[in-house]
């Protein structure tokens, strides 16, 4: 069989940490540097920063280029920004050692709508390097973008499509319940967001254009509004906190696209604590009508971590450029050894 | 704007006749020619056997050599049989005029398992010639493959997966009653099992094989069982026929994806009068379990015209080859002109 594929991990923060674990845990890959700008973690070997009772080999080091460089990476996990420009330099380094890229950065998961020409511009200069870039997760990435798109196939027409998140913050990490403002005043839930400290989810807006993108749909604009807090009506205690009656649960983040005047897109993303029913659910409007449902719902961080592994060899198999989910073959589970669904010679 | 596909339609039965009308009500395509063996239907206007009141200027005709020559057209779409071999020779006569392919043919749509050194045959010719050939519809082709492969794509492991379609058959056209064998004693149904008339859903060995195909997993067999009638426990009214008790109000098919002598693809396929609820259900077992279910169902007849009319852009813009379902971009449905979906020059 041919060589591992030889992964270079960019961050090390709770998700790049549980990517790299990820990665560890399969067969037929290996990680071979990782790189992180914490000046505590530079030096140390990444099997200590996993919490691995075992050293690894590899260093973790702040210098991108030279790793790239030097290890010569089949692939880039990049798992540190949501922001398109902030990872462009990054980008475009891999791009020029020629490594393909998987990115958790939220805006790359589809960036024709916020930065069409930094976009353009990605897509050429990965295909001039033949190299190919996607960016995905859970969300955006998979449940209000590629999942919905993938039910739309069964459909003769679609006049409306509706994805609802569900879920219990109150069973997600703490960080997580501090950044949806569990327990805060309205007044002070809504200076959190005055103050950009509590920003919803991010991503929204890339999964209705992705949505609209795949459907040949030209939205009028996409309307994101700001996340509204969910108020307790009584005493509720969380791992967290405990939320008073008046006070915020967690908050709702709610992004609308709009064609011909009308919602043609309607994505809702509520987290907070005191959930009755955890569920993802797609409803669409069109010609049959369907409602579908993940029962439960999908955790994020596992969802995250699981795409983008699940995602690894269809990036490598892929054309030159930059490619978003609705482009790839249909995501599937790396269920065994990752180089037995390689087309390609690397 | 590029000129309209070209479409040719094969076989004006009932799934021909729908698919026929579905591209009639799009956009940027237009149907330049049908064939079908029957003797009645040679040299009558297409609008004519569509049941249309006015004509198309299409004649139907029994010659498929002379019609793929003189038409010219993108791509055909073949609603004939449902085993490979008897198409085949269809399949080549396409190929060989330069025409893409999709089809209803269920062994086509993963045939890998059941026909394999036809499949390999049939994927050298298709490059041999640059044509992409599909088969695909509702089931197999969506349900029960395509939509489970991608729902795994959230998961971190998978150990099992389990897909059942629950069908209202006494919703569904006479002929479909009639075939699941309803209102027949045990006996008769055994009988017309034998005789195979009755034979069940075909497809479920294509779908599991697909799904086995996409997560990398060799399977030891796959174990298709005869169907089972399910049987009244009181008398039931039909628009078809009254079941009396003790009779047969449809039937099951199962089949089962072994490996390490374990069921770890489950794939059930109900269909009978007296249902509860109609769904189309997904479970997996893995890391995380996932439960899916589309409420209601996905109704078979529009589904596979959907699927069908959804794929044509896919197969115009794949790489020349036998492609199926878990190598082409994510199903989506063709709600504009079919036209903006072409990436590439016909």
Redesign the interface.
């Known amino acids: 069989m041919a060589n591992e594929i030889k992964v270079a991990m960019f961050g090390l923060g709770p998700l790049g940490i549980a990517i790299a674990k ?1 990665i560890l ?1 399969k067969k037929g890959m290996k990680i071979v540097g990782a790189v992180d700008i914490a000046e505590d973690l530079t030096g140390k070997d990444l099997g200590t920063v996993l919490g691995l009772d075992r050293p690894l080999g590899v260093m973790v080091t702040n210098n991108a280029h030279r790793l790239l460089a030097k290890t010569k990476p089949d692939i880039a996990v990049i798992a540190t920004k949501s922001s398109l420009k902030a990872i462009h330099p990054l980008l475009t380094a891999c791009a020029k050692n020629r490594v393909d890229v998987i990115s958790t950065c939220e805006e790359l998961s589809y960036p024709y709508c916020r930065h069409p020409d930094l976009a353009k511009q990605i897509d050429r200069m990965a295909k001039k390097h033949d190299v190919t870039i996607l960016g995905t997760g ?1 969300n955006p990435g ?2 209000m973008d ?2 919905p ?10 006049e409306k499509i509706t994805v609802r998140r569900m879920m219990d913050s109150s069973k997600r990490r703490v960080p997580f319940q501090k950044k949806i403002g569990t327990g805060l005043t309205p007044e002070e839930f809504r200076k959190m967001i005055d103050d950009k400290i509590i920003t919803g989810h991010v991503g929204l807006a890339e999964s209705a254009a992705m949505i609209a993108g ?4 030209k939205l009028d604009e996409i309307r994101e509004f700001p996340p509204e807090p969910f108020i307790a009506q009584k005493t509720i205690v969380t791992p967290y906190t405990t939320v008073k009656p008046g006070c915020a649960t967690g908050l709702k983040s709610v992004a609308h696209g709009m064609r011909n005047g009308k919602s043609v897109i309607v994505l809702e993303f509520f987290a907070h604590a005191d959930v009755e029913e955890e569920f993802d659910a797609i409803s669409i409007e ?11 719902g ?2 994020g961080d ?2 995250t ?3 983008i ?3 690894i060899p269809k990036v490598l198999n892929a054309d030159a450029g930059l490619v978003t ?9 790396l ?3 990752a180089r ?2 390689l087309r390609r010679k690397r």
């Open positions: 990820g845990d859970i998979y449940l590629a999942l798109i993938t039910l739309t196939g069964a459909c003769l027409k679609v795949a459907l040949g749909w069109g010609v049959p009508n369907l409602n579908q449902k993940i029962i439960g999908v955790h596992t969802g971590v699981a795409v592994l699940n995602m989910m609705k482009d790839l073959p249909l995501p599937s589970v269920s065994e050894d037995v669904y």
